[in-house]
């Protein structure tokens, strides 16, 4: 392979051609990235960065003395790739040519329909959305947030922090409840109610009020929740679009085998925009956190050096964290397929406590609150034993 | 030179905290190595010592940074500054701790904190 083509510039495209230049890859590396940053890591953005805690310099996800020997062609987005070709077409009539290609490409938030152009409606994916909302924030006023997911719940409580009177309405009955089950999203959540924050769930949004500014949310059951400021948090959608018509299969993101594969050769996906063949549940599975966009690079640039032939090695539970109102949440593995839940250790009205999901009396996951030392060693016990 | 615990009070594989300013934690190695290294993260509010200590390298409990506990190094982010490593004696089957003059790469958030505290 003489040229490599890493398609995304952020935490999953930086941990590609890192793991590029570990194996041993000596030939042409181009990064292609659609932001005008260097790489840069996100979960601060709802978190120290939005609090004001941090700064820009600080999010950089790449030491002062790295150097990968790469191209990096910043401020540029690719619009298609042409399999037949080898080549990955860019916005501005630009192709780079390669016979490897990483796609990286990450998610982008969803949007609420006819919202946009209504000034003081966020959303919260990049820097300068993070940048455009703490400038909000710091007038202060009243938040809504639309969607009681980790980033909507992260922003609220920084927002709190921040002396802003905060609501978060959720559609479903129970937020988290899709990661976390009915009973832990329950336990979770409450963190708003312990601080004063608003939380309605079980009813959706209508819509926006307000002529060039928001002023209100409008809700389906009639209510009108006043609002300076709102943020959309109802997720994130795949950025794959530009591979349409490519050859590379799509389903909810790129279409993976459980080393990377797509199904073309020497195309690989990696980061929030793959969605990989996980063997322990028997599904594809878009994992959108942090870990798997820093680890699953090194599996996928293997394969992608091997021509397929590497064993790709057992996946490690997908783990992830949230920093909201102090308190730390950690999770790992899949709480789907648990039949029971117990506590042991802590106390969940403590916000201290660590939960062990099962199934058929094997543990599946495990979620813990300020207690990162017995979390860890569950972890790895999870990852030694997969289900 | 800080007095830190008895070798056999600390089993192989285990961590013990130095509740000092900064924090230093101690670690004892599989291999029967004894080594000390700043506790906090080099990242965030950490403590190493809750981290999970695998040959001669501890990993971060929260994000998973890897530190080398011989040089303090750090293999890849979300940390991307060495801990501080610090020198460690065992006298009659006492482990002592050495602190180092040099100064510690704490995270920016408690950096801030240290530095916002009147002296
Ligand atoms: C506010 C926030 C908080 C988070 N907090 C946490 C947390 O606490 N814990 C956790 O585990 N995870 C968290 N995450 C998730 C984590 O940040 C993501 O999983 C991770 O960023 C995924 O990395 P990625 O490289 O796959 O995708 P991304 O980071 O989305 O990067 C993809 C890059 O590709 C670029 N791109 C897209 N299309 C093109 C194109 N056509 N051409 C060129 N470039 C393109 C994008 O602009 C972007 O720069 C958070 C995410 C956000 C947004
Ligand atoms: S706190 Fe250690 S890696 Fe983040």
Redesign the pocket.
């Given at each position: 392979m003489r040229a490599v083509a890493v398609?995304?510039?952020?935490?999953?495209?930086?941990?590609a051609a890192r793991s590029l230049r570990k194996q041993g890859y000596d030939g042409r590396l181009v990064v292609?990235?659609?932001?005008p940053?260097r790489?840069y890591?996100?979960?601060?953005?709802?978190?120290e960065f939005?609090a004001g805690e941090i700064g820009e310099a600080d999010l950089a996800l790449e030491p002062d003395d790295e150097d990968l020997q790469a191209e990096w062609l910043l401020g540029?987005?690719?619009?298609g790739l042409d399999s037949a070709h080898r080549a990955v077409r860019?916005?501005d009539g630009r192709e780079v040519r390669a016979d490897g290609i990483v796609i990286?490409?990450?998610?982008?938030?969803r949007r609420l329909p006819g919202t946009d152009g209504l000034a003081g409606v966020h959303t919260?994916?990049?820097l300068d959305?993070?940048r455009a909302l703490r400038d909000e924030l710091a007038l202060g006023g009243r938040l809504v947030v639309i969607g009681g997911g980790?980033?909507g719940a992260?922003?609220a409580s920084t927002a709190y922090a921040l002396g802003l009177d905060v609501t978060v309405v959720e559609a479903a009955p129970t937020p988290l409840a899709g990661p976390l089950g009915e009973t832990m999203g329950g336990v979770v959540s409450a963190l708003h109610a312990d601080h004063g924050v608003r939380l309605l769930c079980g009813v959706g949004v209508k819509g926006l009020s307000g002529e060039t500014r928001v002023d209100a949310v409008l809700l389906e059951d009639g209510r009108t929740v006043p609002a300076d400021i709102v943020v959309v948090g109802v997720g994130?959608h795949p950025?794959v679009?530009?591979l349409q018509g490519s050859g590379v299969v799509l389903d909810n993101g790129v279409k993976c085998g459980a080393d990377g594969r797509t199904s073309l050769a020497a195309v690989v996906a990696?980061?929030?925009?793959?969605s990989w063949y996980d063997p322990h549940v028997g599904v594809h599975r878009r994992?959108?956190?942090?870990?798997?966009?820093?680890e699953r690079p090194d599996a996928a640039v293997a394969t992608l050096l091997s021509g397929g032939a590497a064993e790709p090695g057992a996946p490690r539970p997908p783990?992830?964290?949230?920093?909201q109102y102090g308190v730390k949440i950690q999770f790992a593995g899949h709480a789907a397929g648990a039949d029971s839940v117990t506590v042991e250790q802590g106390a969940p009205g403590d916000r201290s406590f660590l939960a062990v999901y099962r199934r058929a009396g094997h543990p599946v996951a495990v979620l813990a609150m300020n207690q990162p030392r017995v979390f860890m060693r569950w972890r790895k016990q999870l990852a030694a034993t997969p289900s | 030179m800080i007095p830190v615990c008895l070798l056999v009070e600390l089993p192989r594989g285990e961590a013990y905290r130095l509740d000092i300013d900064p924090p230093v934690s101690v670690f004892h190695t599989d291999d029967g190595e004894v080594f000390a290294i700043d506790d906090t993260c080099t990242h965030q509010d950490a403590s190493l010592a809750d981290g999970w200590l695998e040959g001669c390298e501890v990993e971060c409990p929260l994000h998973a940074s890897k530190f080398d506990l011989r040089t303090g190094a750090v293999d890849a982010p979300p940390a991307k500054r060495p801990v501080r490593t610090h020198e460690v004696f065992v006298v009659d089957g006492m482990i002592y701790v050495q602190p180092s003059t040099e100064a510690p790469n704490l995270p920016p958030c408690i950096a801030a904190r240290l530095a916002g505290e009147p002296a």
């Amino acid at each position: 392979m003489r040229a490599v083509a890493v398609v995304g510039a952020s935490l999953a495209g930086l941990s590609a051609a890192r793991s590029l230049r570990k194996q041993g890859y000596d030939g042409r590396l181009v990064v292609i990235g659609d932001e005008p940053h260097r790489p840069y890591d996100r979960p601060p953005l709802s978190k120290e960065f939005l609090a004001g805690e941090i700064g820009e310099a600080d999010l950089a996800l790449e030491p002062d003395d790295e150097d990968l020997q790469a191209e990096w062609l910043l401020g540029a987005r690719a619009t298609g790739l042409d399999s037949a070709h080898r080549a990955v077409r860019l916005a501005d009539g630009r192709e780079v040519r390669a016979d490897g290609i990483v796609i990286a490409t990450g998610a982008t938030a969803r949007r609420l329909p006819g919202t946009d152009g209504l000034a003081g409606v966020h959303t919260l994916r990049t820097l300068d959305d993070a940048r455009a909302l703490r400038d909000e924030l710091a007038l202060g006023g009243r938040l809504v947030v639309i969607g009681g997911g980790f980033i909507g719940a992260e922003v609220a409580s920084t927002a709190y922090a921040l002396g802003l009177d905060v609501t978060v309405v959720e559609a479903a009955p129970t937020p988290l409840a899709g990661p976390l089950g009915e009973t832990m999203g329950g336990v979770v959540s409450a963190l708003h109610a312990d601080h004063g924050v608003r939380l309605l769930c079980g009813v959706g949004v209508k819509g926006l009020s307000g002529e060039t500014r928001v002023d209100a949310v409008l809700l389906e059951d009639g209510r009108t929740v006043p609002a300076d400021i709102v943020v959309v948090g109802v997720g994130a959608h795949p950025c794959v679009e530009w591979l349409q018509g490519s050859g590379v299969v799509l389903d909810n993101g790129v279409k993976c085998g459980a080393d990377g594969r797509t199904s073309l050769a020497a195309v690989v996906a990696v980061g929030d925009c793959a969605s990989w063949y996980d063997p322990h549940v028997g599904v594809h599975r878009r994992v959108e956190h942090w870990t798997g966009a820093r680890e699953r690079p090194d599996a996928a640039v293997a394969t992608l050096l091997s021509g397929g032939a590497a064993e790709p090695g057992a996946p490690r539970p997908p783990y992830f964290w949230s920093d909201q109102y102090g308190v730390k949440i950690q999770f790992a593995g899949h709480a789907a397929g648990a039949d029971s839940v117990t506590v042991e250790q802590g106390a969940p009205g403590d916000r201290s406590f660590l939960a062990v999901y099962r199934r058929a009396g094997h543990p599946v996951a495990v979620l813990a609150m300020n207690q990162p030392r017995v979390f860890m060693r569950w972890r790895k016990q999870l990852a030694a034993t997969p289900s | 030179m800080i007095p830190v615990c008895l070798l056999v009070e600390l089993p192989r594989g285990e961590a013990y905290r130095l509740d000092i300013d900064p924090p230093v934690s101690v670690f004892h190695t599989d291999d029967g190595e004894v080594f000390a290294i700043d506790d906090t993260c080099t990242h965030q509010d950490a403590s190493l010592a809750d981290g999970w200590l695998e040959g001669c390298e501890v990993e971060c409990p929260l994000h998973a940074s890897k530190f080398d506990l011989r040089t303090g190094a750090v293999d890849a982010p979300p940390a991307k500054r060495p801990v501080r490593t610090h020198e460690v004696f065992v006298v009659d089957g006492m482990i002592y701790v050495q602190p180092s003059t040099e100064a510690p790469n704490l995270p920016p958030c408690i950096a801030a904190r240290l530095a916002g505290e009147p002296a």
